[in-house]
């Protein structure tokens, strides 16, 4: 995951009015501007510092989850020992649930090639997160083909490989952020055995014909619609 990608996200501006599909010069030109090592962080001054002019960050593959969390937090200080926290694709449950005798909140799966609130699935979780990021979220339809909004920092075009969604369930909600982010380069079944060799996370991924892949933690417990 790369934080440095500001510039390539002003520049494709999907999702907003002024989207538009950048010229190859365009996008070459930012993507020298998209390093990692030209962030520089003062602990001591609470500080960043971007050492490339005309570099820019992005947070928006974290700033759902980092709020999620703090929500939690203060809601616990508070006394709250049970609810849900929506963020749209970001879900955060406290406690159990009191509408029913299991105690888990069925999050949904959203079925990528359906109007919103069409739903593949369902997934129970008890004091967790699910996050989902898909490709049908923010799209720009350009010259009949569409590009969505999760970009491949090496090449400043949409990542593209077999995959239409991925979620994510673990304790924290930053977390789960993150990791949608990252298994999104790799293939379906990397991003598996990524996920099957880490303690308390599971994911699950859809691909573009709708096929579902499951981590193990949850192949027993995911209900298909």
């Known amino acids: 995951m790369n934080i440095a990608i500001g510039k390539l996200v002003k520049l494709w501006k999907i999702g907003f009015d002024e989207a538009r599909k950048p010229t190859d010069i365009e996008i070459k030109n930012v993507l020298s501007l998209i390093d990692l090592e030209n962030i520089i962080l003062n602990e001591d001054e609470c500080s960043i510092y971007l050492s490339k002019k005309n570099m820019e960050i992005d947070l928006g593959a974290l700033a759902k989850g980092y709020f999620a969390d703090k929500i939690k937090d203060y809601l616990l200080?508070?006394?709250?020992?049970?609810?849900?926290?929506?963020?749209?694709?970001?879900?955060?449950?406290?406690?159990?649930?009191?509408?029913?005798?299991?105690?888990?909140?069925?999050?949904?799966?959203?079925?990528?090639?359906?109007?919103?609130?069409?739903?593949?699935?369902?997934?129970?979780?008890?004091?967790?997160?699910?996050?989902?990021?898909?490709?049908?979220?923010?799209?720009?339809?350009f010259n009949?083909?569409?590009?969505?909004?999760?970009?491949?920092?090496?090449?400043g075009y949409p990542i593209k490989n077999e995959i239409a969604s991925v979620s994510v369930i673990a304790n924290k909600s930053l977390d789960c952020e993150i990791w949608t982010t990252i298994l999104f380069s790799y293939s379906i079944e990397k991003a598996l055995h990524i996920i099957n060799s880490m303690k308390d996370f599971e994911c699950l991924i859809i691909d573009k014909n709708n096929k579902i892949y499951l981590s193990d933690g949850i192949k027993d417990i995911f209900i298909k619609l």
């Open 144 to 155: 009949g083909e569409k590009y969505h909004y999760i970009f491949d920092s090496l090449t």
């Open 77 to 141: 200080a508070k006394g709250v020992k049970s609810g849900i926290i929506d963020l749209g694709g970001n879900v955060l449950t406290l406690g159990t649930s009191y509408k029913n005798n299991h105690g888990f909140c069925l999050v949904g799966i959203q079925n990528s090639k359906e109007n919103r609130g069409n739903l593949l699935g369902v997934i129970p979780i008890k004091d967790k997160s699910v996050v989902t990021s898909g490709i049908y979220e923010r799209v720009l339809n």
